[in-house]
């Protein structure tokens, strides 16, 4: 059994730890009621190999060199954002320490976007015309009351790391940009409504938003032979994912669609997941969330120059 370290006991520390099963986890927060230790710093190193952060953005960085350096794995909430040269120079002592590096995106395990993938890699829709995503929440009143979640990029950051995870799940990020960014701060500090274009094969579309009333996710991608479409996200459910296939030269598709009324499995699925990493010896994803950081970069510059 791995033994683990829960840093940071809010909303996500307490998912994190729901999900562990009979791995051993020691608990640490600064200012948390009923937990083991108050610093990392404190806690044993033969105590715990792996340390899962779940900690305001400006606490990472330094909390995963303490860990690295001691040979520890980490599990990091999303975004890490950081220069690619410190990208860089956690990779090459991440790979010195034998310590896996991964950057936590739990939708990635959502049964309905998994799904997705397999279509996508089947060729079973064609060539891919056109890519919509849409992911929206209502918590613009509770992020407008957190010091640290109400700054920088926003929903940009908060929501749209997610779909840009799921474009390079599903096609991958290199090379790609930003090229059309509309974001708003509208009851909010930071950014709380954002369109975006994706450069690259296929063009994608994302909105973002903490401005929905009803939590919501959609996702649409038309090919020359078929469409798909996901509608909401387990956690939400139901969830429903739509395969059409086209009609020629037009008419009424036919059509399968698969509803999932469930407890939201990515939670557990992704720490399975770590730990298999860990097993393998994997460094993790540090690439996947480079590019992202990248990205998110180019947005931030685009929006400092408008």
């Known amino acids: 059994m791995t033994s683990c370290v829960v840093v940071g006991m809010g909303i996500q520390g307490v998912k994190r730890r729901a999900v562990m099963g009979a791995h051993p986890s020691i608990t640490v927060d600064p200012v948390g009621e ?35 350096s001691h040979g520890k794995h980490v599990l990091v909430e999303k975004p890490f954002n950081v220069t690619p040269q410190q990208y860089a120079d956690l990779s090459s002592r991440a790979r010195e320490a034998g310590a896996t590096v991964y950057v936590a995106y739990n939708h990635r ?33 509770l992020v407008r009351a957190s010091p640290w979640r109400d700054a920088g990029l926003g929903v940009i950051a908060d929501l749209g790391s997610h779909l840009l995870d799921m474009v390079d799940f599903w096609w991958g ?22 369109t975006m274009r994706l450069s690259g094969s296929p063009v994608a579309y994302l909105e973002t938003t903490m ?16 469409s798909l479409h996901i509608s909401s996200l387990c956690k939400w459910g139901p969830t429903s994912l739509t395969v059409r296939d086209r009609v020629r030269p037009s008419g009424r598709p036919n059509e399968r669609t698969h509803t999932l009324a469930q407890a939201d499995p990515t939670w557990a699925a992704e720490f399975a997941h770590f730990l298999a990493l860990i097993s393998a010896g994997s460094p993790g994803n540090l690439e996947t969330s480079r590019e992202i950081a990248r990205i998110l970069t180019g947005v931030s510059n685009r929006l400092e120059d408008a």
């Open 34 to 68: 009923g937990v083991d230790f108050r610093n990392l710093a404190d806690v044993p190193l033969e105590a715990y190999e792996a340390v899962l952060l779940c900690v305001p953005d400006d606490a990472k960085a330094e909390l995963i060199d303490f860990a690295v």
């Open 109 to 141: 395990f959502e049964p309905h976007i998994v799904t997705a993938k397999h279509v996508l890699d089947s060729g079973e829709i064609g060539e891919i015309y056109t890519v919509s995503l849409s992911y929206g929440n209502g918590t613009a009143a």
């Open 211 to 226: 401005l929905s009333w009803r939590n919501d996710f959609r996702c649409d991608i038309r090919g020359s032979e078929g």
């Open 173 to 194: 990020l290199s090379g790609r940009e930003v090229d059309y960014v509309d974001a708003r701060t509208v009851e909010n500090r930071a950014y709380d409504h954002a």
